[in-house]
């Protein structure tokens, strides 16, 4: 499992076609155990998500992951992270999207690019509240529509709430 | 016969289905003309659940994942930890894993 970039070749490739093309869009990239996380800005991520299943070949869009990093999230970085694991099945290669967000901002919908983001941004919705702009219907997936807050948030009580629920 | 669209409920609990799951359904006669699924009520907040456990002690909980390939949950989970710590496991291990996957 390597951790220099170098020694992926295809990975590497698809970073320095994706800078070429949108070379403001990269805002960096985190390569450990041979997985490569491509961050990216919002205002880019449909661009690069387009220009990845469109022209790159990524056909599958595998998962879509949430991340918070709690409410202590230091000033001047965002708290909540939206991660796209895309899959190119020709070669087998698969890659990581991120996009860093704010309870606050919506993201750009998928779903006109990958059909299976229509669930997965349900789920991200669902567990930490996060909007998309553009989805055809975004509502709870798994929980009750009376559910109040957001689970998977590092602020919801581990415990649960004795709430009924 | 005339067409009349009628609204139906299909679960949550239904001989078909093998977890549960509803299915709100517009059917003509013997034709569906839309289908809304409506899940999550098996979902039991596995993940929130592991924020608080150590590795091992998930291992036991991959297995409810799903209940007709317990060990094959059980080896991804396995995997993803091994790949985070840089942990290799004996040839041994490696070979009976194979097996468990593939029975």
Known sequence: ?165 | MAFKEIALNMGPQHPSTHGVLRLKLAVDNEVVLRLEPVLGYLHRGMEKLWENLTYTQIVPLTDRLDYLAALSSNLGFVLAVEKLAGIEIPKRGQVLRVVLAEL
Do not use: C
């Open chain 1, 1 to 165: 499992m390597p951790d220099n970039l170098a020694d992926a070749p295809r990975l590497e490739d698809v970073l320095r076609v994706l800078e070429g093309r949108f070379p403001e869009a990269v805002a960096g990239r985190d390569f450990a155990k041979g997985e490569l996380t491509i961050r990216v800005r919002t205002e880019s991520l449909t661009d690069v998500l387009r220009f990845l299943q469109a022209e790159q070949g990524f056909a599958a869009l595998q998962d879509m992951i949430g991340l918070d990093r709690g409410p202590e999230t230091a000033a001047g970085s965002k708290r909540f992270a939206v991660l796209y694991q895309v899959y190119r099945p020709a070669d087998r290669l698969r890659l990581r999207v991120a996009v860093e967000t704010e309870e606050s901002e919506a993201l750009p919908s998928a779903v006109s690019i990958w059909k299976s983001a229509d669930w997965a941004e349900r789920e991200i919705f669902d567990m930490f509240g996060l909007r998309f702009s553009g989805h055809p219907g975004l509502k709870r997936i798994y929980l009750d529509e009376a559910f109040e807050g957001h689970p998977l948030r590092k602020d919801f009580p581990l415990g649960g709430r004795g709430d009924g629920f």
